[in-house]
Every structure is written in C-alpha cells, then in structure tokens.
C-alpha cells in the first residue's frame, strides 16, 4: 500500500542528475532537513520531487508537496502547510501548534519548494516541527540556504555539456539527452546527427545547461531550426518563452524565472548585479568595488548575499563568477552600460600594467595563472575598446602589455587577430604601436608566414620613429628573430648584437627580459654560422639570467639554446638533459611551442645514441606537437636542419617499423608524450604495451 501524500505525477521524463539524486537520497536517509539551493531554472524542484518519490517507502504517515511560490507573507507558511496535509482548525489553534502536534507521532516528510522568499519563516516552522516531531524530515528547494537547525545544504548544478563533439558518448551527455527528449515532444521527427550536434552543444552551452532554458529552447523546433534557434539565442529572454498552461507563471519565460530572484534582492544587491554583468568571465571582489564604484567591504558584503542566493557561483581562489543567462539579465538592467564597461576597461588596464611588471620573476606562475583565469574579461575589453573609438588606445595599451601571455599561453592566432584590429583603428607611431609589431613579427616568424621580412622592416621605421631605447630594442629582438627565420645568419647576427648593446643595463624588469630574449634567436643564428662557443655563452647568459630573476618561460629558450649546441657538439646526454629540464618547466609554462621543441631535441639524443625506436616515437609526438602549435617558422630555425637527416637515416634503417613508431607517437596525447619523453631511455617503448 503506497503512503499517504501529494506528491504531482511527473508529466515529463526525467534525464540525468543519477548522481545528484543518490547524494540527496543518501542526506534524506542521515539527516532530517535538507535545502536544495542553485540558480534559477536548475530544476531543483524536479530533483526534489524525485529525491522524495526515491524515498516515500520509508515514511509511512506521507510525503507531502508544499508549493510556496504564490505565498506572499511568512504569516501564512503554516498556514499553507496546514492546508496541504489536511489539518483542519475547529478551536482557533495557531497553525504551527496544529501542525506539531499532528506530526508529533507521525514518519513524514514534507517537500517545501520554492521557499527563498520566507526564509525566515520557513527556518522557524522547520525548527519547531523538527524538535517536536522527531519522525519528521523536510525537504526544502531555495534559492538560498534557510538557515534551520541541523540544515544541509547541496547545490544543485547545471546540467553537463560536451565541451565540443568528441564521439558517441558525446549524444549521452544530460543537457543533450534533455534537449532532444524536449525537442521530439513538439518535432516526433527530430534526431541529434553528425550535422546538427555542434549548433546544439553550443545552444546548451549558450543556455549554461539551465534544464528549464534548455526546454524552452527545445520547444522552439516546432517553428524553427537549430541553427535559427542558435542565431536567436542574442535574445535570449524574448525566445525562450512558453505557453504551456502547466507550467507556473516564473517558468513560462526565462526573463520571469530569473525576474524572480531579481525582485528578491535589495536596491543595493540589484544594482551590484548589474554592474557585475560586465565581466565576461570570473571576478574577484576588489574588481567588482572598481567596477561599481562601492567601497570594497561593502561590495564583499553584498557580493556574499548575491552568492547566497544562487546569482553568483564561488570558484576557486576568491573568484565569483555568473552564468551567461544571469550575466545578461543584469546587463539589460544596466542605467549606463558604456560607463560601467569604461570602469571594467581601466580595471583591467591596470592588471595588464601589473602583469607586465610582474611577468619577468619570482612571481610569473602567479601571473601565467591569474591572466589564464582572467582571459574571458581581457577579450571582453578589447572587444569594447575596439567598438568604441575613444577606447583604442585603451586597447593598444592592454594588447601591448599581454605579449608575452599571447606568445607563452599559445595564443598566437588570437593574439594576431586582436592587433591587427586594433593597429587598423590607429596608426599614430607610440611605444603600444611598436610593441604590438613586435608581437605581430614574433608571431609570424614562429609560424613561418612569407611576409615576416616586410613586417619587420615595418616595425624598425616605427621604433626609429618612436625613438625610444626601448623600443628599438624590441625592434631589434623581433627583426634578429625573422632574419633567423629566414636564413639570413649575418643579418640576424649583426640585429641581435645591437639588441644586446641597445638594452645596455636595464632599469626595469621588462627591459631585462627583452635584453634576455634577443639570446635565443641570436644563438640560433650563430649556430648556423658555426659559431657554437659563442651560441653556448649566449645562451647561458640567458639562462643565468632568468634563474636570477625568478623567470622560467624565457629560461626554457635559453635551455633550447644549450641542448641544440649539445647536438651539434655531438653530446646527445648533455642535449637529452637541458631538454628534460624544459619539459620541467612546464607548468610555469604551456606552451607547446616550447613542449614540441624539447620533445624533437630528446628525439635527436635517442637517434644519436643509438635508441631508434624511441627517436622515431619521440619525432612522432613532437610532429603532431608541431602542426598543434603552428610553428614551422620556429622548427625550420631550430631542429629541422638536424631532423631531416636523422630522420632519413631511420627510415632507411628502420623500415616499415619506422612508419608505425612515427604514427604511434602522434597519437600520443600532450601529458603522455612528456611522459615518455621524460623517462629513462631504458625504459620499455611505448609500443611495446
């Protein structure tokens, strides 16, 4: 016989969340009130409902389903609840004395939903009824913890997205199977292809896998494609609408279920809330004070309330971050949005100052990984001063001070895309100018692009123009690296040693480091022309240099410089060494520039000692490294002089087992080529498992 209740009938399937219902099932069972919290349309109240249907056995006397949403006093919780279970009043009783008192002896459980309004009033009745009723167990869905005796609290998350489409299992994963449950409900027809899979991972990752705006947006295929469903995600809050005559008022649309807990916020929480929309990604609190304009404590406060009520999520290392549905909500309540994102702009002018100054020492892991944190915001701003004209130089400043995060995080491309727009929207000479060439002809040298010599030449009439030492010196570091690129050995030579006598004794860390970097193309150069005593030299100069100041990124490319004059000096174990020692530095470092070439340096040290097997795996590997990061230029002036007959002579020693090693070693992933390479030599091969 099934226990009393009122638990609803669900009407729709229910698609994922096996873990999350284990947990809640698991506290139901040690506990006896648990709140379910997390942003609006989380389906928290699915997930309750289920929770309780998982476990109605286990209390006898009911299992009962409060909905508080259209409760607008806390005078009338009890009440309601009195109403749901039954209890009638015939001697005028106070409802919370009815409700303890018929609950006294009695297993139940009951489902409070929706409860962020009454906060208080629902933690008061909670108390009372579980001090007096110890059969009693509740089950609460809030925006925000209560702040009952004894409450737990889980939060729910979003659904899981495929970060792209990765294979089969990719249709499995929850937000998908969501979406095409919804979808078949109004298009019988409707299936996930090969085809239409990517615009749907990028509708649920648009909609931050919230169920309710996946389902809203399922329900627009009976009208619409994918791909205008994509399109007309911009407007998020005017598409995803419903009119389906079950559903509560805030869940017809997405606007009203997030307007829910707008309107529960205070003036000061929902001006914060608009304010906070302008960053794109995480935000710390000193960030959100600059950004508003509050004092930094009172922002903390009120960024606190605003994560307590699921608009904001805590990540890791005091950040706060929103998800893009909440984010443009607040954006659409923002008085002055282009101030704001002035404000937003200055703020992150600033930490590209800091970063810059910082980047050359003991501190740059902390720089590498706050910019890596930071990377969403940095595009937003460029992206705003690229639209706003009096911005540009904003831009220029901002783009010029990240060098060394688009060269060392591998962002090559995207860092070439953002400087040519912005060097197209000023064409003035400055020291931004400049160093904004100097990226472009790095960039291009490393990917070996045909018109680096003219860019170069570009970038010395602008640094002579600008006049300034410093400058010159980038100029000169950058022309020495294409010159290098382009086999022109005396011209790079003749570049780099002005660098070097231009930089003279620096006054700041920026300029030490570009006195530093000129090293490594300059080695090159001289190693092609024979002169390997001075390439060695140079390049310990640089690595001395670097260790003394605490940098690691730069000091991989003085440690390249070393292990390519072992090779050509013939001694494979000193080369094997400096290489190992790159792949070392890597979690300072990720860039795969740096990985490739140690890993093809290791490569030429297993040949030259013999090791064929591992030399062809490890050319493999580095290979596939290569064609990932785009960097032929760099390979052409560094070890493909040496790999193109070594890696003849392996073919032709080898034979048909040369073709399988190179083909087993570019389909090693990133951790497990380094891996390998890093092992002892005596080590069992890869393909030997």
């Known amino acids: 016989m099934s226990s009393p209740g009122n638990l609803p009938v669900e009407l729709t399937s229910f698609v994922g969340r096996d873990v999350d219902l284990g947990r809640i099932t698991t506290d139901l069972r040690g506990g006896r009130m648990l709140t379910l919290t997390g942003t609006p349309g989380v389906g928290k109240t699915r997930l309750a409902l289920r929770g309780a249907a998982a476990v109605a056995a286990e209390f006898p006397d009911g299992n009962w389903f409060v909905e508080l949403a259209a409760v607008g006093s806390g005078d009338l919780v009890a009440h309601t609840v009195a109403q749901v279970l039954g209890i009638r009043d015939n001697e005028g009783l106070p409802p919370l004395r009815l409700l303890a008192d018929h609950l006294r002896d009695r297993r139940a459980l009951i489902v409070l939903d929706n409860c962020e309004h009454l906060t208080t009033d629902c933690a008061t009745l909670i108390d009372t009824l579980l001090t007096e009723a110890t059969g009693l167990a509740v089950l609460a869905t809030s925006r925000e913890a209560l702040g009952a005796a004894g409450e737990r609290v889980y939060e729910v998350d979003p659904l899981e997205i495929p970060a792209a489409s990765t294979g089969p299992a990719t249709d499995w994963a929850p937000a998908l199977r969501l979406f095409a449950q919804r979808a078949v409900a109004v298009c019988p027809s409707f ?86 929309s302008v960053f794109a990604g995480g935000f710390t609190a000193d960030a959100a004070a600059a950004v508003s304009g509050l004092p930094v404590e009172q922002t903390r406060e009120l960024l606190g309330r605003l994560a307590d009520k699921s608009v904001l999520i805590r990540e890791p290392g005091n950040m706060l971050r929103m998800l893009d549905t909440i984010r443009h909500f607040g954006r659409d309540h923002l008085a002055d949005p282009v101030a704001v994102s002035r404000r937003h702009a200055q703020w992150y002018l600033e930490l590209a100052k800091q970063a810059n100054q910082g980047w050359f020492g003991p501190e740059q892991a902390r720089w590498i990984s706050r910019l890596h944190r930071e990377h969403a915001n940095l595009r937003a701003v460029l992206a705003f001063c690229l639209d706003n004209p009096d911005e540009t130089r904003t831009g220029l400043r901002i783009a010029a001070m990240l060098s060394s995060h688009w060269f060392y995080e591998g962002l090559v491309a995207e860092g070439q895309q953002w400087i040519q727009r912005l060097l197209a929207k000023d064409n003035r000479p400055s020291r931004q100018r400049v160093a904004l060439l100097t990226i472009l002809v790095m960039t291009a040298s490393v990917r070996g692009e045909a018109y680096v010599g003219t860019l170069a030449d570009q970038l010395m009439e602008q640094a002579q123009a600008v006049g300034d030492g410093f400058s010159q010196v980038q100029a000169l570091t950058a022309a020495c690296t294409a010159a290098t690129v382009g086999e022109d050995f005396d011209r790079a030579v003749a570049l780099g040693k002005r660098a070097i006598q231009q930089a003279g004794a620096p006054d700041t860390a920026a300029a030490a480091a570009a006195g530093l970097q000129v090293g490594f193309p300059l080695s090159m150069a001289l190693l092609r022309r024979g002169d390997i005593d001075e390439a060695v030299a140079l390049s310990t100069r640089l690595v001395d240099g670097c260790r003394r100041a605490g940098d690691q990124t730069i000091q991989l490319w003085g440690l390249a410089g070393l292990g390519l004059a072992a090779l050509y000096r013939r001694q494979a174990d000193v080369a094997a060494g400096h290489a190992c020692d790159m792949l070392r530095l890597r979690p300072a470092q990720p860039d795969l520039k740096g990985i490739a070439l140690a890993v093809e340096i290791l490569a030429l040290a297993a040949a030259d000692e013999g090791n064929t097997l591992r030399a062809a795996e490890l050319f493999g590997g580095a290979e596939q490294l290569w064609s990932d990061a785009h960097a032929s230029g760099l390979r052409g002036a560094t070890t493909a002089p040496l790999a193109v007959a070594v890696r003849a002579s392996l073919r032709e020693t080898m034979g048909q087992a040369y073709a399988q090693a190179i083909t087993e070693g570019r389909a090693l992933t990133l951790s497990e080529v380094i891996d390998y390479a890093l092992r002892p030599v005596w080590s069992v091969p890869s393909t030997w498992h």
């Open 191 to 276: 299936t996930i292809t090969d085809a239409n899979l990517p615009t749907i991972i990028r509708i649920c990752q648009k909609v931050d896998g919230i169920p309710l705006a996946i389902e809203l947006a399922a329900a627009r295929l009976s009208v619409l494609s994918v791909d205008e469903v994509l399109h007309r995600l911009t407007d998020r809050f005017r598409l995803l609408t419903s009119t389906g005559r079950g559903l509560p008022a805030r869940h017809r649309t997405l606007r009203e279920t997030v307007n829910w807990s707008y309107q529960l916020c205070s003036p000061d929480e929902q001006q914060l809330w608009a304010h906070c």
